[in-house]
């Protein structure tokens, strides 16, 4: 077990992150660690806010996970019907011509569900992405599943290795890559979660892939 002093020094590297970081109001935001775990906690007015901060913390060296509890609680003047925004996420979605029209919205309370059927691991991040900064949204949950129409077996495996090796920031050499019926599996350790992440952004970017386990290590 790590020493209380490690936790005491980590949690005041996210702190500063966050106060760093513009998009994020790190008042808003309480933030304990144990054993290079973090946990947030608090509420922001949007989804955008939270994910903004979750993001920060993942930059900071030594941090080996996120635990978010942040909530998004809109101010009372600016609530919105779970009609009037079902109907700004429509157009939302079909306003992006990256994503097809076989993706449809859920709305309840406030949290949304996407589901539907991309070709590409691509197609259902930028349906997230398009919802990120919409005002009112508390909660987003992805089930949009992938028929893939690439490569299969070896050849995605050679196509997420390449990606992986495109990013400059990421040690390929620390890294290897195992696939199961386009589900691509990331092994290896890198030294943040941001670039735990990127690795994971970077395979589901590849061809012919329907899903990804990270299993990337952190290790500082």
Sequence with gaps: MQPITSDKLMRESVVLELEW??????????????????????????LSDKWDAVKAVERVYGVRAVADEIEVKLPSSSKRDDSDLAEH?????????????????EVEGGFVTLRGEVGWPYQRTEAERSLK??????????????????????????????????MAHLDARAIWVTTTNGTVQLHGRVHSLS??????????????????????????
């Design 89 to 105: 996420i429509t157009r939302n979605l079909h306003s992006s011509t990256a994503i097809p029209e076989t993706v449809m919205a």
């Design 195 to 220: 670039a735990k992440r990127t690795a994971g952004l970077a395979a589901a970017s590849a061809p012919g892939v329907t899903s990804v386990e990270n299993e990337v290590v952190v290790t500082p």
């Design 21 to 46: 970081d513009a998009k994020v109001d790190a008042d808003r935001i309480a933030v304990s660690a144990k054993d290079g775990a973090i946990v947030l906690s608090g509420h922001v007015p949007t």
């Design 133 to 166: 900064y919409l005002w009112g949204v508390k909660g987003l949950t992805n089930k949009i599943t992938i028929k893939p129409a690439g490569p299969e077996g070896a050849d995605v495996a050679d196509a997420v290795s390449a990606a992986i090796e495109r």
